[in-house]
Nanobody, 123 residues
Framework: VQLQASGGGLVQAGDSLRLTCAAS????????IAWFRQAPGKEREFVAG????????YYTDSVKGRFTISRDNAKNTVYLQMNSPKPEDTAVYYC?????????????????WGQGTQVTVSS
């Protein structure tokens, strides 16, 4: 199983950025996928999650209305569209596969992780 996160970089506050998580070696259509992030000195936190069909999505409060998670099951890919990013969104972003089909806010409920992609938002 491999999850590969990409698309990070340095952006200015108010710009847009799209992260991509490409999956292989798993039955993607049976996989709940989420994005987490970890800033220096902080715990890894849930950002957004998407159900197997893409019909249900979940967001942490701080990104609601700014970030959008989506998936393309034909391409085994999940996206995180980041609009109007803020300096406090600066972190390493990881995608992960849930052990269960439903949403979970806890990192311990995810078994496979991508390597992370750095997002830095300047003010």
């Amino acid at each position: 199983v491999q999850l590969q996160a990409s698309g990070g970089g340095l952006v200015q506050a108010g710009d847009s950025l799209r992260l991509t998580c490409a999956a292989s070696g798993l039955t993607f259509t049976n996989s709940y996928i989420a994005w987490f992030r970890q800033a220096p000195g902080k715990e890894r936190e849930f950002v957004a999650g998407i159900s197997r069909s893409g019909g249900s999505t979940y967001y942490t409060d701080s990104v609601k209305g700014r970030f959008t998670i989506s998936r393309d099951n034909a391409k085994n890919t999940v996206y995180l569209q980041m609009n109007s990013p803020k300096p406090e969104d600066t972190a390493v972003y990881y995608c992960a596969r849930g052990r269960q089909y439903g949403n979970s806010w806890s990192a311990s409920d995810y078994d496979y992780w991508g390597q992370g992609t750095q997002v830095t938002v300047s003010s």
